[in-house]
């Protein structure tokens, strides 16, 4: 029987803060949230980490702020996925290995960077993400490609490379498009995923987009992991400064029902499944994580608001529910990177 996790992608958007709806009066401080937020779910993913690499004090302060059992995902840094890395959020010694050339421009690119200075990149996530590991606190390292990472021999090496420098760590992948789930190529991306024992992340997205990937659902290693980030095909892929803008999409309960049955299969092959709500637009993606735990026959942390969200009997089965599992913003209040592909050709990361 898989240990399942079902949450939602916010924990510090400034939408979800400015709602009211989910904080209680005077649950102000970075710390206070999320020490309120652990006594709600038990899963949360980093986001803070895609936009400056991840620090061991602040892993430690995770640990100390929540409760035995509470688990981290965190997101692998963008330069390491092959997403833009804005300039001025890089630490001093990463900002100094920057080609001279680059040094003027907003974003950086890994090929901006010396060689050197990516495999300090690795070490620096070996050593800060140690302290959740060796607590048994740390889910899995995600790792979102963009959509100019495609399939090609290239990067399907660097995809067998991740487990060898993250070692002792679930690493999880992303796809957005790329062609690597495509009708013909997704059969072969699955072996490839499941020999290098990577976990592959199912999702739910808008379709008929180059960042589109379909909704297969796989499991390729002992987690599985599916990440919804709602079916708003206007803004999908819209340029804004708030990613909230991006994914403003309230889930009906039918589109949630399809999902109940599509984790049951993953329930069947694997050992933990991740549900996440990236749909974090105010609390809907926390609204919308309540409700599939109820359908999935669990009993979520906290109330359901009132509102258009019907409550129908929850689905029965042999589902072990743990709370509500939350995938959270982690600090990165605000802009995000575009998926902006690097100027010139789109080649592979090795």
Same mark, same amino acid.
């Not at 936009?51 to 409760?67: D, G, H, I, Q, V």
């Not at 709370?323 to 990165?332: D, I």
């Given at each position: 029987?898989?240990?399942?996790?079902?949450? @939602?992608? =916010? $924990?510090?958007?400034?939408?979800?803060?400015?709602?009211?709806?989910?904080?209680?009066?005077? !649950?102000?401080?970075?710390?206070?949230?999320?020490?309120?937020?652990?006594?709600?779910? %038990?899963?949360? +993913?980093?986001? @803070?980490?895609?936009?400056?690499?991840?620090?061991?004090?602040? =892993?430690?302060?995770?640990?100390?702020? #929540?409760?035995?059992?509470?688990?981290?995902?965190?997101?692998?840094?963008?330069?390491?996925?092959? &997403? %833009?890395?804005?300039? +001025?959020?890089?630490?001093? $010694?990463?900002?100094?290995?920057?080609?001279?050339?680059?040094?003027?421009?907003?974003?950086?690119?890994?090929?901006?960077?010396?060689?050197?200075?990516? +495999?300090?990149?690795?070490? !620096? &996530?070996?050593?800060?993400?140690?302290?959740?590991?060796?607590?048994?606190?740390?889910?899995?390292?995600?790792?979102?490609?963009?959509?100019?990472?495609?399939?090609?021999?290239?990067?399907?090496?660097?995809?067998?490379?991740?487990?060898?420098?993250?070692?002792?760590?679930?690493?999880?992948? +992303?796809?957005?498009?790329?062609? $690597?789930?495509?009708?013909?190529?997704? %059969?072969? #991306?699955?072996?490839?995923?499941?020999?290098?024992?990577?976990?592959?992340?199912?999702?739910?997205?808008?379709?008929?987009?180059? =960042? @589109?990937?379909?909704?297969?659902?796989?499991?390729?290693? %002992?987690?599985?992991?599916?990440?919804? &980030?709602?079916?708003?095909?206007?803004? $999908?892929?819209?340029?804004?400064?708030?990613?909230? /803008?991006?994914?403003?999409?309230?889930?009906?309960?039918?589109?949630?029902?399809?999902?109940? #049955?599509?984790?049951?299969?993953?329930?069947?092959?694997?050992? #933990?499944? &991740?549900?996440?709500?990236?749909?974090?637009?105010?609390?809907?993606?926390?609204?919308?994580?309540?409700?599939?735990?109820?359908?999935?026959?669990?009993?979520?942390?906290?109330?359901?608001?009132?509102? /258009?969200?019907?409550?129908?009997?929850?689905?029965?089965?042999?589902?072990?529910?743990?709370?509500?599992?939350? @995938?959270?913003?982690?600090?990165?209040?605000?802009?995000?990177?575009?998926?902006?592909?690097?100027?010139?050709?789109?080649?592979?990361?090795?």
């Amino acid at each position: 029987m898989a240990r399942i996790l079902v949450g @939602s992608c =916010s $924990w510090t958007d400034p939408t979800l803060i400015a709602c009211g709806r989910f904080y209680p009066p005077g !649950v102000t401080s970075a710390e206070a949230r999320l020490r309120y937020y652990a006594t709600q779910f %038990p899963l949360v +993913e980093v986001d @803070s980490t895609y936009y400056a690499p991840p620090s061991e004090r602040n =892993s430690r302060l995770w640990l100390e702020r #929540t409760p035995d059992g509470f688990v981290f995902n965190v997101k692998a840094f963008g330069l390491l996925t092959g &997403h %833009p890395a804005r300039a +001025e959020r890089l630490p001093a $010694w990463l900002r100094e290995a920057v080609a001279p050339a680059a040094r003027t421009k907003k974003n950086v690119y890994r090929k901006n960077v010396a060689e050197d200075a990516v +495999e300090r990149l690795w070490e !620096v &996530h070996r050593s800060a993400l140690e302290p959740l590991r060796a607590a048994g606190r740390l889910g899995a390292v995600l790792f979102q490609f963009p959509p100019w990472f495609v399939r090609g021999p290239g990067n399907e090496r660097y995809l067998r490379e991740l487990p060898g420098r993250l070692p002792g760590m679930t690493v999880a992948v +992303e796809f957005r498009g790329g062609g $690597w789930m495509d009708d013909d190529a997704a %059969p072969a #991306t699955l072996r490839l995923l499941e020999d290098a024992g990577l976990a592959y992340v199912s999702v739910d997205e808008p379709q008929g987009f180059r =960042s @589109s990937t379909p909704p297969v659902v796989a499991a390729t290693a %002992p987690l599985a992991v599916a990440r919804l &980030h709602g079916r708003n095909a206007e803004t $999908w892929e819209l340029r804004t400064g708030a990613a909230s /803008d991006r994914f403003k999409y309230l889930y009906a309960e039918r589109e949630l029902a399809e999902w109940v #049955t599509r984790v049951r299969a993953l329930e069947e092959r694997a050992q #933990t499944v &991740h549900v996440l709500f990236n749909n974090n637009f105010e609390d809907w993606g926390m609204r919308n994580a309540r409700r599939m735990t109820q359908l999935l026959g669990g009993a979520p942390a906290g109330e359901l608001p009132d509102g /258009d969200m019907t409550h129908a009997a929850a689905a029965s089965g042999d589902v072990a529910v743990e709370g509500v599992a939350t @995938s959270a913003g982690g600090g990165a209040a605000g802009a995000r990177p575009t998926d902006e592909a690097p100027d010139g050709p789109q080649g592979s990361l090795l």
